[in-house]
């Protein structure tokens, strides 16, 4: 195969790892947020005897600054995260709702990564997909998560100037081969 055929193994790009290593990471994170809120609101009704918004709320109106404390630094780890899995949750709508294989991609990555509880193996995951994907092998599966991953990359961290010309390169060919 020559090297202007030869396809790109995207597996080599980093953002596929950041995907791949973030998605194998999900569960926990969302579980480590949801403690981490728990135990904030926890903290404040034994401290204050209130709910953590009340509390807040009564110490913005009263104008009081919370710049510097611990409360104040929690309460920022917490959002960052909360904003981090809001993004994640945003980029697998879009794979979901405007990608042309989006809806089996996201039943992939759903069971294999997002479902709240994790399934034992790929016998497990397969059954789960068998209602959103007829006739699905290891094979397909396996091609269609490694597809999901690298499609979910490209919307969490955007496609690079070299995608886009493989990408034009792939509409006109005669164009952009006569220019490179």
């Known amino acids: 195969m020559s ?3 030869k396809k790109p193994d995207f597996t080599e790009d980093p953002r596929y790892h950041n995907t791949w290593r973030l998605l194998k990471r999900y569960r926990d994170v969302v579980w480590s947020l949801e403690l981490s809120v728990l135990q904030l609101k926890n903290q404040f009704h034994v401290e204050y005897g209130c709910d953590v918004d009340e509390f807040l709320d009564s110490l913005y109106c009263a104008g009081a600054d919370l710049s510097g404390t611990d ?3 929690y309460a920022r780890c917490v959002e960052r995260s909360n904003k981090m899995l809001k993004l994640v949750q ?3 709508s879009l794979l979901r709702s405007k990608h042309k294989n989006g ?3 996201y039943w992939v990555l759903y069971y294999t990564y997002l479902s709240p509880q994790k399934l034992e193996n790929v016998d497990e995951i397969i059954e789960q997909l068998r ?3 007829h006739d ?3 094979r397909t599966y396996y091609r269609r998560r490694k597809e999901a991953v690298y499609t979910l990359s490209t919307i969490l961290w955007g496609y690079t100037t070299r995608d886009n ?3 034009l390169d792939e509409f ?3 164009e952009a081969t006569t220019e490179n």
């Open 136 to 138: 699905i092998s290891y």
């Open 103 to 105: 809806e089996a991609l």
């Open 165 to 167: 010309i493989k990408l």
């Open 172 to 174: 006109f060919p005669h």
């Open 3 to 5: 090297v202007r055929n």
């Open 131 to 133: 209602p959103h994907m």
């Open 71 to 73: 409360i104040e630094q």
């Open 90 to 92: 945003g980029a697998v």
